[in-house]
């Protein structure tokens, strides 16, 4: 009997220490993934905004050539870092105001939708001088976006295709 009750208690002290052991080694792997994810590349607020200025001006000039399919593109794409910002840059203060864009956007969006060039020339206004107007609530009047006057894309073709 006294044999059984040691070998329990040894195996009992065993599987504790199996225990801990498995518990220091999955520590261990939750702090190197926690550290790769902490080196990983992340855009900062600028490169988000950069790419947003690309898809501003490539916007421009598929509205101007009527190339509506690509005008939705650029716009959603416009959409999507707007997203990214919310869930990248929640520590930025100017993350707080950047749904001010969201009604502009949508008056986009109805024009490419309506496939009216009037109206996408006024939306298009709207969006650049609702961005200008975030900018300079956060500080950064010193970046002032206007409506493209030349294309810079000259590797793209926007007009349409027949």
């Not at 801990?20 to 790769?36: G, Y």
């Not at 590349?41 to 421009?60: N, V």
């Not at 416009?78 to 864009?101: F, N, V």
């Not at 298009?124 to 300079?136: D, I, P, Q």
Request: charged share 20%.
């Amino acid at each position: 009997m006294k044999r059984i009750w040691i070998a329990s208690l040894v195996l009992t002290f065993y599987s504790c220490n199996q225990n801990t052991n498995n518990t220091i080694a999955l520590q261990n792997k939750i702090d190197s993934l926690e550290t790769q994810l902490n080196n990983c590349y992340k855009p900062g607020f600028g490169e988000f905004m950069s790419g947003i200025q690309g898809h501003h001006a490539k916007l421009w000039f598929a509205g101007q050539h009527s190339n509506w399919k690509l005008a939705d593109f650029e716009i959603h794409e416009i959409m999507e870092a707007i997203e990214d910002i919310k869930t990248y840059e929640t520590d930025r203060k100017e993350t707080e105001s950047i749904g001010m864009i969201n009604p502009a956007i949508d008056s986009v969006v109805q024009a490419i939708q309506e496939q009216n060039v009037e109206q996408f020339n006024r939306s298009f206004s709207y969006l650049t001088h609702t961005c200008v107007n975030c900018h300079t609530d956060n500080h950064y009047e010193f970046i002032q976006i206007k409506i493209p006057e030349q294309q810079t894309f000259s590797n793209q073709e926007f007009a349409v295709k027949q």
